[in-house]
C-alpha cells in the first residue's frame, strides 16, 4: 500500500488544474466572443493562466513519485 495513498492523492491533485484550465478557456472564449479585437491580448493571458494552472499538478506528479507515504 506504499505507493497506492500515493497515486489516489495525484488524481485527487489533477481535479483542481483541470478545473481551472477549463474555467481560463471559457473566459478567453467568452471575452473573445465578445470583443473579437481583443483576441491577441487575453490569448497571451489565457496561455499564461494555463502555464501557472499546469505547474501546480506538474509539482504534484513529482511529489507523489518522490515522497513515499
Request: without cysteine; positive net charge.
Amino acid at each position: 500500500m506504499g505507493g497506492t495513498a500515493n497515486m489516489i492523492g495525484l488524481g485527487l491533485a489533477a481535479i483542481g488544474p483541470a478545473i481551472g484550465v477549463g474555467l481560463i478557456f471559457a473566459a478567453y472564449v467568452s471575452g473573445v466572443a465578445r470583443q473579437p479585437e481583443a483576441q491577441s491580448r487575453l490569448q497571451g493571458i489565457a496561455i499564461f493562466g494555463f502555464v501557472l494552472a499546469e505547474q501546480f499538478f506538474i509539482i504534484s506528479l513529482a511529489l507523489a513519485f518522490v515522497l513515499k507515504a
